[in-house]
C-alpha cells in the first residue's frame, strides 16, 4: 500500500545541492525526493532526540535549584535505582 502525501511543499535546493541530488540519484537510481525524505526523516529524529536531551537538562537544572529535592550522592542514587528494580 503506498503512502499518502500530506502536500506539496515548496522546496529549492541552492546548485550545490541541486547538483548532489543528481549524482546521488544516477549513482543509486533513486528519485532526488527519496533523498530529500530520507533527509527530513534523519534531521527531525535528530531534532526530537535533541529537544528530549534539552528537556532533561532544564529538569536537571530546574531539581538542582529547588532546595526541597535532595541532591543524592552516586551510591545513594545506585541504592534508590535497586530498591526501585
Given at each position: 500500500?503506498?503512502?499518502?502525501?500530506?502536500?506539496?511543499?515548496?522546496?529549492?535546493?541552492?546548485?550545490?545541492?541541486?547538483?548532489?541530488?543528481?549524482?546521488?540519484?544516477?549513482?543509486y537510481?533513486?528519485p532526488?525526493?527519496?533523498?530529500?525524505?530520507?533527509?527530513?526523516?534523519?534531521?527531525?529524529?535528530?531534532?526530537?532526540?535533541?529537544?528530549?536531551?534539552?528537556?532533561?537538562?532544564?529538569?536537571?537544572?530546574?531539581?538542582?535549584?529547588?532546595?526541597?529535592?535532595?541532591?543524592?550522592?552516586?551510591?545513594e542514587?545506585e541504592?534508590?535505582?535497586?530498591?526501585?528494580?
Amino acid at each position: 500500500m503506498k503512502k499518502r502525501y500530506a502536500g506539496m511543499l515548496p522546496f529549492k535546493p541552492t546548485e550545490e545541492q541541486s547538483k548532489k541530488l543528481e549524482e546521488l540519484s544516477q549513482i543509486y537510481e533513486r528519485p532526488k525526493a527519496y533523498f530529500i525524505r530520507v533527509a527530513i526523516d534523519r534531521f527531525l529524529r535528530n531534532l526530537e532526540e535533541n529537544l528530549e536531551d534539552e528537556a532533561l537538562y532544564r529538569l536537571a537544572i530546574q531539581r538542582l535549584k529547588d532546595s526541597n529535592d535532595p541532591v543524592l550522592t552516586k551510591e545513594e542514587f545506585e541504592k534508590e535505582l535497586e530498591n526501585e528494580k
